[in-house]
C-alpha cells in the first residue's frame, strides 16, 4: 500500500520570507500524482498544486513550487513570499491506480 | 456555480441513530469523492463514484457505513447505526473528466456522535 509521510507536524515562518515543507512517500507504481493541499481554519480543502510523475519538470503556481525527486520518491512543497494567508494545514498527497492516500498534514504559521 | 454543497454542516446524534450525510457536487464533474477527517487517522478516502457508479469502496471502515449516488448531481453517506468513533468531519469532493484531475472541496460536515 502507498504511504505518504509528512514528517513536520508544524512549522513556522516570518511573513514574506521562504519555507519549505517536506513530504515522502512510498510506492512501487510508476504512474502517479502528487498533490499539495491547503486546509487554512475556514476547513475548505484547496488544491494549491499538482505534479504528474511522468513530467520531469518541477510544478509553478505563484509562489507556490515543487521539488519532485522521482528516484528519491520525495515531493516537497516551497511557498516564496509566505503572506498571512497562507496560515493553514498543508497535506501532500498521492493518487494512482484508485488508490488516494494524504498525509498527517503540516500546520504552517506565518507571522507577522 | 455554488461550489460542493454538504448539508448539514453540523450533526449531532446519539448513538445507535442513523446519520444521513448529502451531498451536492459541482454540475458536470463526473467524479465524486467522500473522505472522512480525524485527528486520529488524518484524511482518508473513503468511497468514490464516477458517473454515479461506485468505483472503490475498499476505504468504507465497516457495513454500518455506505454510499449511494442516484443521480448526477445528489449523493448520500449513510451510517447506521452510527457510533461515537465515528464523530469526524466528512468531507465531499468533486472534479472533472479524470479521476487525477483537481478535486473540489465541500465545506464538510462535523459529525458528532453521542
Known amino acids: 500500500a502507498q504511504t505518504v509521510t509528512q514528517s513536520q507536524p508544524e512549522m513556522s515562518v516570518q511573513e514574506a520570507e521562504t519555507v519549505t515543507l517536506s513530504c515522502t512517500y512510498d510506492?512501487?507504481?510508476?504512474?502517479?500524482?502528487l498533490f499539495w493541499y491547503k486546509q487554512p481554519p475556514s476547513r475548505q480543502m484547496i488544491l494549491v498544486i499538482r505534479?504528474?510523475?511522468?513530467?520531469?519538470q518541477n510544478a509553478t503556481e505563484n509562489r507556490f513550487s515543487v521539488n519532485f525527486q522521482k528516484a528519491a520518491k520525495s515531493f516537497s512543497l516551497k511557498i516564496s513570499d509566505s503572506q498571512l494567508g497562507d496560515t493553514a494545514m498543508y497535506f501532500c498527497?498521492?493518487?494512482?491506480?484508485?488508490?488516494?492516500?494524504f498525509g498527517a498534514g503540516t500546520r504552517l504559521t506565518v507571522k507577522p | 456555480d455554488a461550489g460542493v454543497i454538504q448539508s448539514p454542516r453540523h450533526e449531532v446524534t446519539e448513538m445507535g441513530q442513523e446519520v444521513t450525510l448529502r451531498c451536492k457536487p459541482i454540475?458536470?464533474?463526473?467524479?465524486l469523492f467522500w473522505y472522512r477527517q480525524t485527528m486520529m487517522r488524518g484524511l482518508e478516502l473513503l468511497i468514490y463514484?464516477?458517473?454515479?457508479?461506485?468505483?472503490?469502496d475498499s476505504g468504507m471502515p465497516e457495513d454500518r457505513f455506505s454510499a449511494k449516488m442516484p443521480n448526477a448531481s445528489f449523493s448520500t453517506l449513510k451510517i447506521q447505526p452510527s457510533e461515537p468513533r465515528d464523530s469526524a468531519v466528512y468531507f465531499c469532493?468533486?472534479?472533472?473528466?479524470?479521476?487525477?484531475?483537481?478535486?473540489?472541496f465541500g465545506p464538510g460536515t462535523r459529525l458528532t456522535v453521542l
Open positions: 505534479q504528474e510523475a511522468y513530467k520531469q
Open positions: 469532493a468533486s472534479s472533472l473528466t479524470s479521476v487525477y484531475n483537481e478535486q473540489f
Open positions: 454540475s458536470g464533474h463526473d467524479y
Open positions: 510506492t512501487s507504481e510508476n504512474n502517479y500524482y
Open positions: 498527497a498521492f493518487m494512482s491506480n484508485n488508490d488516494m492516500r
Open positions: 463514484f464516477n458517473n454515479n457508479v461506485p468505483i472503490d
